[in-house]
């Protein structure tokens, strides 16, 4: 399926040192390695990774160029395509796990319902089925990451089990995009005060842009493409940014002469409100 190998498992501990023949377990990672893998939260969160709609018929892609705000990083995703609807449920299982301080992975353990119940507000069989279908599009989905010397792959969701007679999910979720999303100042308040939006999917995509992006002018000619929605339009998105102003502070996201205007560094010391 894919044009290169996927490699599986953590990065520590694990393997061989090339040309070694001794099975020697690697130490720790190079510096420049660490680097490479501290990805930034807007390669993720302000890009068409998770399009800022909620699609109905899902297009499944193989090696799809991914628009981003991250300068440094190029990204490919092989998979079924993601929406707002799948980053919620990757958000609501990511503010159940501790805080990532390596590349070792760890899993929790999930009730189906209750995750149901805080992404749907609801937590009946059609919207657990929602639920369930979308941690599998997180957990099949492949993502190919580029510097102009190191690649990765990785999976949103690297393992997940499922008891369907006890309605439980053990999810291992990417330590790398774990400790990316938990970089933001208070990642569980982004969260919460995510899931308190209206359920418009470009306002809740354009909250994560405010919040994940650095300082940066989007252009509004630039917005569909890298939004995912091509009606991302400068109306709509002041629209969007008018119902945001009802909920959530903006004193990041103005819109310019240029374009969307991000002020400052959502990862600099202090707070969200």
């Known amino acids: 399926m894919f044009d290169d190998d996927i490699l599986d498992g953590g990065w520590m501990g694990r393997g061989g040192v090339a040309g070694s023949g001794t099975g020697s377990v690697i130490q720790a990672l190079t510096q420049q390695e660490h680097a490479f893998l501290s990805l930034p ?76 119940r805080e992404v749907l507000r609801s937590g009946g069989r059609v919207d657990r089925k929602r639920v ?66 209206t359920k418009v999917s470009i306002d809740r995509w354009l909250h994560g842009v405010m919040h994940s992006s650095s300082r940066i002018c989007i252009p509004f000619g630039g917005l569909p493409a890298l939004s995912g929605n091509a009606n991302a339009l400068p109306v709509q998105v002041g629209k969007s940014l008018d119902r945001l102003r009802a909920s959530v502070r903006l004193d990041r996201l103005s819109v310019g002469e240029g374009g969307l205007e991000i002020s400052r560094s959502s990862r600099a010391s202090g707070g969200m409100r």
Do not use: W
């Open 41 to 116: 939260p807007e390669l993720f969160f302000a890009s068409e990774l998770f399009q800022g709609r909620y699609v109905r018929r899902r297009e499944t892609v193989r090696n799809y160029p991914i628009q981003s705000t991250c300068a440094d990083r190029s990204l490919l995703y092989t998979g079924v395509r993601l929406d707002q609807f799948d980053q919620d449920v990757f958000l609501a299982c990511a503010r159940r796990f501790p805080r990532q301080d390596s590349s070792a992975p760890h899993a929790q353990k999930l009730d189906i319902r209750s995750l149901t």
């Open 132 to 197: 369930v279908e979308s941690l599998r599009r997180l957990e099949s989905g492949r993502i190919k990451i580029r510097d102009g010397r190191f690649t990765c792959y990785l999976q949103p969701i690297q393992k997940a089990l499922f008891d369907d007679e006890a309605g439980l999910c053990l999810i291992e979720l990417n330590p790398e995009m774990l400790r990316s999303l938990q970089k933001l100042v208070n990642h569980q308040a982004f969260i919460r005060e995510r899931f308190q939006l």
